[in-house]
């Protein structure tokens, strides 16, 4: 396989490389990749949206099941192959190193459709690195490129300051003042800001969650990525959230159903967990059959909370951490 990705790259110059192309001899190389371990990552991702939609619904006696998702996740081989030599998408404009506090660390990139489609919906990312480093670069691309250039959204990544040169309560409150500034900005880039969703990796999840306990409101919903949650215990109604863990990462999976767990006894609206066979830390920092699954179930889970005339984020408070 290698010898044919060699032959492939060595016949043509690269400026003459064309998608479709490429596309088309690595689709085929790729079919030999196919593992037990990755398929079976796909579909517990798409199940575990499932059951929690069809828990929710029933729970609520919402008689729309068919708006819960069927089918399999696709399997993008070519675009995951071709990452390391074309990672960016043509479609997608970047703009690096925006200001949204004084300071070098404070400072985010956004990610939009070049034809700005109006009122997108807006993902904001917050990097992981254990609070003392990370940064907006880092991770989350796969999922960015996903929703910019697949559905349109408007993604921003943003950095925070790091300890030990400031405390926790001063990287929460740089998680908030991000919130405020897409709020403010995001009609720039043909977004709406009404629905607004938080991501965050790692420590960044945890950020998120500390943002909404100390009073962030209306976010359309909260999508927690291999995050460390320690004792974080929500004292009341949250977000709708999306919590994806590997089954292997060093942050033991038991100890986030349990927060997963916590949270469902305390807020009315759902917490969709899904846990990744094999898969460890930083699962999707590269283009991969693991984290298009993860993309996707993302997806699903952004058009399920905003297609949801039941879930009034405008009315919804949070309530502090206890």
Known sequence: MVRHLVELIGNVKLAELKVRDVDC???KLAKRLSTRSVRLA?????????????NDLVARNVADLAAVPTGKPGRPWGRILRAPFFPGRLDVVRVRGLAYGAGPDRTLDVYHRRDLPAGAPVLLHFHGGGFYSGSKAREARPLIRHLTSRRGFVCVSANYRLQPHVTLADQVADV?????WVRAHAAEYGAEPGRLFVAGSSAGANLAIRAVCEGETGIAGLICRYGYYGSLAPGGDMPPMLVVHGEKDLIHPSA???FAERVRAVSSHPVFYAELPGAHHDFDMFESIRSAAVSQAVEQFTARISASPDLNLQDWQPAPES
């Open 25 to 27: 001899a690595l689709g």
């Open 42 to 54: 796909r579909m517990i991702l798409i199940q575990a949206i499932r059951n929690a939609m069809v």
């Open 176 to 180: 908030r003042s991000a919130i405020a």
């Open 256 to 258: 986030v159903r349990a």
